[in-house]
């Protein structure tokens, strides 16, 4: 039996900070007809401007996947992209009133909760698979990085993640069909390096972060005088370093949730193949510029065929 297409039961709204930006942005996802594929529409700029998304409309990767078209830009899709692909829906629209996407809880938890409050609506059309006749390898000499894209009969997805860390050690995480998407992937959040948070900072790149919506990861020693001034720039009670090496802001849902978080963001950045990509990727030490990069080589190889 053929997998219908499906949308959603209805439009649901969210309203909050982009976390690069830090603007308010308030975004409605709709449900749309069969065939449409998942478009986003900047209602601040245009209602007639629809930007699709595949990955030849990727216009930057710097710490979330931004797309761009005709000069109109939508950052950080990355989320509900994945959210969307888990819960197994084929055509929306998904309007925003400025440039992000908001960070919410730095997972794809909030879409999902919506979803499934008034379900998922089945259409007239068969899903239409993504299916390639040949291995395809992507590698970053700069980064270490690679993603290996093999002919398989059904979707599934490996990552593993290692940024010499000794809080995090070695991460791995996977995902196919038979895993439940919202529980296993879709409510695990983006994480940062406690070290960092301050550059970030610095220079305005996470000027909607907070600790509702990230990981810390304390990886070196720190002073109270720091944890200090950490708490002041989150504008909370005194922040401390756990045993475990994490930041007390969040308790993890999972034991290697970071790797999780990753396989989240490879889910949805492959939701710009334009469908559902039916094989199996391996990314070994992944981030959003080679996600999309093998996502564009997979683009290229179906428009030569």
């Known amino acids: 039996m053929k997998q219908l297409q499906q949308t959603l039961g209805k439009s649901y709204s969210f309203e909050g900070k982009g976390l690069h930006t830090g603007k308010t942005v308030r975004m409605t996802i709709n449900p749309a007809p069969a065939d449409t594929g998942i478009l986003f529409r900047r209602t601040d700029v245009s209602k007639d401007l629809y930007i699709d998304a595949l990955a030849e409309y990727v216009t930057s990767t710097d710490r979330s996947t931004t797309l761009t078209k005709d000069g109109v830009s939508v950052m950080t899709v990355e989320h509900v992209l994945s959210g969307l692909t888990g819960m197994g829906i084929d055509n929306a629209i998904i309007d925003v009133d400025n440039v992000e996407i908001p960070i919410l ?29 040949r291995e395809i390898t992507v590698t970053s000499e700069k980064t270490g990085s690679s993603i290996v894209i093999t002919p398989a009969d059904e979707p599934s997805f490996d990552v593993k993640i290692d940024f010499n860390s000794k809080v995090l050690g070695l991460q791995s995480a996977h995902w196919d069909p038979s895993l439940v998407y919202a529980d296993e992937i879709g409510k695990c959040r983006t994480f940062v390096f406690f070290h960092e948070i301050e550059y970030l900072f610095r220079n305005n790149l996470i000027k909607g ?26 504008n909370v009670p005194m922040l401390e370093r756990c045993e475990n090496g994490y930041l007390n802001n969040l308790q993890l849902r999972f034991p290697n949730e970071c790797a999780r978080h990753k396989l989240l963001d490879l889910i949805g950045d492959f939701r710009l193949v334009g469908g559902f990509l039916k094989a199996s990727v391996k990314a070994v030490r992944s981030g959003h510029t080679i996600n999309t990069n093998a996502a564009k080589e997979l683009r290229k190889l179906l428009a030569a065929k």
């Not at 600790?211 to 002041?232: C, G, T, W, Y």
């Open 105 to 133: 809880d730095g997972s794809a938890r909030p879409y999902i909760d919506s979803i499934w409050e008034s379900g998922i609506v089945g259409q007239d059309k068969p899903r239409k698979y993504i299916e390639i006749d």
């Open 209 to 234: 972060g907070d600790v509702d919506n990230a990981i810390v990861i304390v990886e070196h020693p720190v002073s109270k005088e720091q944890l200090e001034h950490m708490s002041r720039l989150f």
